[in-house]
T-cell receptor, first 113, second 112 residues
Framework: KNQVEQSPQSLIILEGKNCTLQ??????????LRWYKQDTGRGPVSLTIMTFSENTKSNGRYTATLDADTKQSSLHITASQLSDSASYIC????????????FGSGTQLTVLP | NAGVTQTPKFQVLKTGQSMTLQCAQDMNHNSMYWYRQDPGMGLRLIYYSASEGTTDKGEVPNGYNVSRLNKREFSLRLESAAPSQTSVYFCASSERKVGGYTFGSGTRLTVV
């Protein structure tokens, strides 16, 4: 079964600091890899989408990277803000079909003043 | 504002009761989805509709039914609620397979 594992489960940082969140996925080939931000009590919001041939994608202070050889992706957040406090979810689309969209359980990020 | 609207936002049911979760999108997307989100787990697909008039099972369809009423609306029905269906339910829509998904703000359902 295709799996997506995220680490750490939770992370606390001070405002203004940088951080990196990790995502590992299993061996099946995939169509694209996505990162979402989910604020408490809200639905996930798309940050980046990368195809298997891309190895980096930025969206403002968020930069996602992809290493298809090691089957790892990371999300780097620069100069964190209080509003970055949220769950960050890695999603792998293994075949381009809705039935193969696999969600990680997320990393809960807390940014303290 | 354009997006995906879900109703209700909160609901408490007794075991055995039925209810329908409503979802509507105003982005003219072809595909719509229902997910559930449980603590410590990733979102899991319950049912999806690739286009108006079609529906298909996802990873966890047991205990649920869906209706794609028209291009805008996709409802999820629990015929006989069970405590195991306590969860947060999200509706989403997308235009293309590789396109981003737009999620609603969720329905928090508790079955007692």
């Amino acid at each position: 079964k295709n799996q997506v594992e995220q680490s750490p489960q939770s992370l606390i940082i001070l405002e203004g600091k940088n951080c990196t969140l990790q995502c590992n996925y299993t061996v099946s080939p995939f169509s694209n890899l996505r990162w979402y931000k989910q604020d408490t009590g809200r639905g996930p919001v798309s940050l980046t989408i990368m195809t298997f041939s891309e190895n980096t994608k930025s969206n403002g202070r968020y930069t996602a990277t992809l290493d298809a050889d090691t089957k790892q992706s990371s999300l780097h957040i620069t100069a964190s803000q209080l509003s970055d406090s949220a769950s960050y979810i890695c999603v792998v689309d293994f075949s381009g079909s809705a039935r193969q969209l696999t969600f990680g359980s997320g990393t809960q990020l807390t940014v303290l003043p | 504002n354009a997006g995906v609207t879900q109703t209700p936002k909160f609901q408490v049911l007794k075991t055995g009761q039925s209810m329908t979760l409503q979802c509507a999108q105003d982005m003219n997307h072809n595909s719509m989805y229902w997910y559930r989100q449980d603590p410590g787990m990733g979102l899991r697909l319950i049912y999806y509709s690739a286009s108006e008039g079609t529906t298909d099972k996802g990873e966890v369809p047991n205990g649920y039914n869906v209706s794609r009423l028209n291009k805008r609306e996709f409802s999820l029905r629990l015929e006989s609620a069970a405590p195991s269906q306590t969860s947060v339910y999200f509706c989403a829509s997308s235009e293309r397979k590789v396109g981003g998904y737009t999620f609603g703000s969720g329905t928090r359902l508790t079955v007692v």
